[in-house]
């Protein structure tokens, strides 16, 4: 089982940057980060595996995700914040069993806050 552990996020300002990072115990394929907002559905922000990455639209432009793989450990810059990025950020790491079976596993979730 792959723990992850997530830092960063906190009360921010509009127009400030963030820097989340997400440590993983072990070697995984893929990582990324999504988030959720009170009262609406967990949403990608932003994933990469082996290079490609890809974004959420409303953050396109304005975020970086990338891995360290010395580290095992994935961060998500995103900058220009808008209140709208307000959510608990969730980061989500994948792994492949021997027998190629895929296992998705999450992090406890950072508060990121906007202010205006």
Not at 21 to 30: E, L, N
Not at 31 to 36: I, L
Not at 56 to 81: E, H, P, W
Request: aromatic content about 8%; hydrophobic content about 35%; glycine content about 12%.
């Amino acid at each position: 089982q792959v723990q992850l552990v997530e830092s960063g996020g906190g009360l921010v300002q509009a127009g400030g940057s963030l820097r989340l990072s997400c440590a993983a115990s072990g070697s995984t394929f893929a990582m990324g980060w999504y988030r959720q907002a009170p009262g609406k559905q967990r949403e990608l922000v932003a994933v990469v595996s082996g290079g490609d990455t890809r974004y959420a639209d409303s953050v396109k432009g304005r975020c970086f995700i990338y891995v360290d793989n010395t580290k095992n450990t994935v961060y998500l810059q995103i900058d220009s914040l808008k209140p709208e990025d307000t959510a608990v950020y969730y980061c989500k790491a994948d792994t492949r069993d021997s027998d190629a079976t895929l296992r998705a596993h999450w992090g406890q979730g950072s508060q990121v806050t906007v202010s205006s």
